[in-house]
């Protein structure tokens, strides 16, 4: 059986309006999710919180209390895609590394597995409970804790570019990239903690623009448009 760490952007799921929540963007990576966990395949999912803040670009907030905002940012995007998740006929359950009251679960690897025994989409939510750690860092951990066969970033951008094409029109697009290229390169797929991560655990990753027809079950099929990372 097939296990995947889903990683979805923030912003992506804000759809055209950048902030928030589009509902129309969500029930359709719901309606792709559902397709796959019906194909036998396990699904956890990790969501970023740059729909709802990027504490960073402050100067005026403590880097710490910055970051535990964003922790709460992706609990609460966690929890209102799980609910999309669920009308569309799945289970699903919300966990974090640290204590919510009833509303999600604490985190634990045999929880985790536990709830995928019994078919459930589960979401990854409050980063890794600690500052200074990106959701890019707790995606990379928590699928090699879940042993995950391969890592799918969702993204607002197609696929891993030498520069930005937001600022530079004649970037070049890669079909295919080493981990080694990426870090050497300052790539920018995920942060250079995570990226290190990936590539002592040898997890490949799989990015595509989330805006594309189908994209989700694409890529976990083989069939898309994006950048597959090696760790080989």
Same mark, same amino acid.
């Given at each position: 059986?097939?296990?995947?760490?889903?990683?979805?952007?923030?912003?992506?799921?804000? *759809?055209?309006?950048?902030?928030?929540?589009?509902?129309?963007?969500?029930?359709?990576?719901?309606?792709?999710?559902?397709?796959?966990?019906?194909?036998?395949? =396990?699904?956890?999912?990790?969501? *970023?919180?740059?729909?709802?803040?990027? *504490?960073?670009?402050?100067?005026?907030?403590?880097?710490?209390?910055?970051?535990?905002?964003?922790?709460?940012?992706?609990?609460?995007?966690?929890?209102?895609?799980?609910?999309?998740?669920?009308?569309?006929?799945?289970?699903?359950?919300?966990? %974090?590394?640290?204590?919510?009251?009833?509303?999600?679960?604490?985190?634990?690897?045999?929880?985790?597995?536990?709830?995928?025994?019994?078919?459930?989409?589960?979401?990854?939510?409050?980063?890794?409970?600690?500052?200074?750690?990106?959701? $890019?860092?707790? %995606?990379?951990?928590?699928?090699?804790?879940?042993?995950?066969? *391969?890592?799918?970033?969702?993204?607002?951008? $197609?696929?891993?570019?030498?520069?930005?094409?937001?600022?530079?029109?004649?970037?070049?697009?890669?079909?295919?990239?080493?981990? =080694?290229?990426?870090?050497?390169?300052?790539?920018?797929?995920?942060?250079?903690?995570?990226?290190?991560?990936?590539?002592?655990?040898?997890?490949?990753?799989?990015?595509?623009?989330?805006?594309?027809?189908?994209?989700?079950?694409?890529?976990?099929?083989?069939?898309?448009?994006?950048?597959?990372?090696?760790?080989?």
């Amino acid at each position: 059986m097939k296990r995947i760490l889903l990683k979805l952007s923030g912003e992506a799921l804000a *759809g055209d309006k950048h902030h928030g929540f589009d509902e129309p963007t969500v029930t359709v990576v719901a309606k792709q999710v559902k397709q796959l966990v019906d194909a036998g395949v =396990q699904v956890g999912i990790v969501i *970023g919180g740059g729909n709802f803040w990027r *504490g960073r670009t402050s100067e005026t907030i403590d880097r710490t209390k910055a970051d535990q905002i964003g922790m709460l940012a992706t609990v609460m995007n966690c929890i209102y895609v799980s609910e999309i998740f669920r009308s569309v006929g799945m289970m699903t359950s919300v966990l %974090t590394p640290f204590e919510c009251g009833s509303i999600t679960k604490l985190y634990s690897k045999d929880r985790a597995n536990k709830y995928f025994a019994h078919n459930m989409v589960v979401f990854f939510a409050g980063g890794t409970g600690h500052p200074y750690f990106s959701t $890019d860092t707790a %995606t990379v951990l928590r699928a090699v804790e879940i042993e995950a066969d *391969g890592i799918y970033l969702a993204k607002a951008i $197609d696929g891993v570019y030498d520069s930005d094409p937001k600022v530079n029109p004649s970037a070049k697009k890669y079909d295919q990239v080493s981990i =080694q290229e990426v870090i050497d390169k300052k790539l920018a797929v995920v942060d250079l903690t995570a990226s290190v991560m990936c590539m002592e655990n040898h997890i490949p990753m799989y990015v595509f623009g989330l805006g594309e027809t189908n994209s989700i079950v694409n890529a976990v099929n083989g069939q898309f448009n994006g950048t597959v990372v090696t760790v080989d």
